[in-house]
């Protein structure tokens, strides 16, 4: 949806997640030109108290009709340009839950504010000059994060950590285009062009972008996770080992087989990375239909997975079905997890044969969890991942914008080496200037903008 902004339009939302009879404040955010005279309409203060900026006031929120109050409140006043938006902002704080928040907000919408789209408040902030492009990204990735890393890694963002280094690089590249046009505008009063500075200059910027876009595979890991599925056959202690991991009983255990008839979740952090863990049913051949769907989505979810870990019962070694999963699976990375090995001494001839990481369990009695999580961070290759000394990490679209600039000012390289005129350097160089600056939202485009703040929440 192609939004359109109306300057000093003004935009209200709720700004707090809200949960039946949970919620302890609810907060309605409004920002525009309007925004203050809304609040003086709704909101009530008693005493003499002062309708000033950052100032915080007490009373009732009250219907302007009926005169019915709707609750007790207090008002949050920040007055252009001092204000998230650099507009003038206001904040209903209510009580928590769902009816005072949606009514406050249903009468600021009959008062004339229009209900905001999803990262509209941040998208002002960005048009109005308060912020620039990552660093409005990097808000959204701070309320999505999933562990402490990528919490501090949003935030070093939102601190213009990123933003700097590419506007540097932009910079050095602006200056060296200046001294090409300069040699092509006034070739006469010039002296000639050092070649081999600026092919100097290209290589020097050329490292400090394949620096950066080193670090987008530790961003998507440490923002997005990673997908882990228990697979094996039934009854191996899969959701023991579930349950032992998480620390939960997420999942139902007993000695009959199959009692895991469909995919079970649970949410980890290991090493500072998001996991999702997914037991699945045992999978064996089956009549039961229902048991048959669950087995359908084992295998599906170990398809889809970034790393299985394939279970097997300690006492009763590699057998026959385990052989035929492991032909199904061999392909997805992997490690071995021998489940009760405190009721049987694995034989590890028969499971070293697999060339594959081995890690032994008992999930009834919580031995060899810390020894798995060592070996999933050892399968991710976390050590490669996090050796980048930025605290920094470039998300997909940074990624895809860094890589046009690679690629154009490789092309200014080549450019140069093969003795091309003058003219054609600026070419490519143009568009390396072009792509550095989209990361920080220099010349970026409408539809561009559109995608990345559509992925924001209501009221952010």
């Known amino acids: 949806m192609t939004r359109i902004i109306t300057q000093g339009e003004t935009i209200a939302a709720i700004a707090t997640a809200i949960v039946p009879q949970q919620g302890s404040i609810g907060i309605i955010r409004l920002s525009g030109n309007n925004a203050l005279s809304i609040a003086q309409t709704l909101f009530v203060a008693p005493g003499k108290q002062k309708w000033q900026s950052h100032r915080i006031l007490y009373g009732h929120i009250r219907d302007p009709q009926s005169q019915q109050v709707i609750d007790e409140a207090i008002l949050l006043i920040m007055l252009a340009p001092r204000s998230y938006t650099r507009e003038d902002v206001v904040e209903f704080h209510c009580h928590g839950g769902i009816m005072p928040v949606q009514q406050v907000l249903k009468l600021c919408l009959e008062q004339g504010a229009t209900l905001a789209q999803p990262g509209e408040f941040t998208l002002r902030a960005f048009l109005n000059g308060r912020i620039e492009l990552t660093q409005a990204e990097s808000i959204s990735q701070l309320v999505g994060a999933r562990s402490q890393q990528a919490s501090e890694m949003a935030l070093a963002g939102l601190q213009g950590k990123l933003a700097q280094p590419i506007q540097k690089l932009r910079h050095r590249c602006l200056d060296i285009l200046a001294e090409i046009e300069a040699r092509i505008d006034f070739e006469e009063d010039l002296p000639p062009l050092n070649q081999k500075a600026i092919s100097h200059g290209l290589e020097e910027i050329l490292e400090q972008v394949e620096g950066i876009l080193n670090t987008a595979d530790k961003g998507e890991l440490l923002r997005n996770g990673l997908k882990v599925a228990i697979v094996g056959r039934p009854n191996v202690g899969k959701s023991s080992l579930l349950n032992a991991w998480s620390r939960s009983d997420r999942a139902i255990v007993t000695d009959l087989p199959g009692t895991t008839r469909d995919v079970v979740e649970s949410q980890l952090v290991v090493g500072g990375i998001p996991i999702q863990v997914l037991d699945t049913a045992g999978i064996r051949e089956t009549t039961d239909q229902v048991e048959k769907i669950g087995v359908e989505r084992s295998q599906l979810a170990a398809s889809q997975a970034d790393l299985v870990l394939f279970t097997l019962d300690a006492t009763v070694g590699w057998t026959k079905e385990d052989k035929e999963i492991y032909e199904a699976i061999h392909h997805r990375p992997l490690i071995l997890v021998i489940n009760k090995i405190d009721l049987a001494t694995p034989d590890l001839s028969q499971f070293t044969a697999q060339k594959t990481e081995i890690v032994k369990t008992s999930a009834a009695n919580n031995q060899g969890i810390e020894a798995l999580e060592t070996a999933i ?84």
């Open 377 to 460: 961070l050892k399968a991710i290759n976390q050590d490669k991942l996090m050796a980048s000394n930025l605290d920094f990490a470039i998300n997909k679209r940074q990624a895809a914008a860094l890589t046009s600039a690679k690629i154009a000012l490789d092309q200014v390289q080549i450019t140069i080496n093969q003795d091309f005129p003058l003219d054609f350097w600026t070419i490519d160089l143009r568009a390396a200037i072009q792509a550095l600056g989209e990361i920080t939202g220099e010349g970026i485009t409408e539809s561009v903008l559109d995608r990345i703040f559509s992925r924001f929440c209501i009221g952010k």
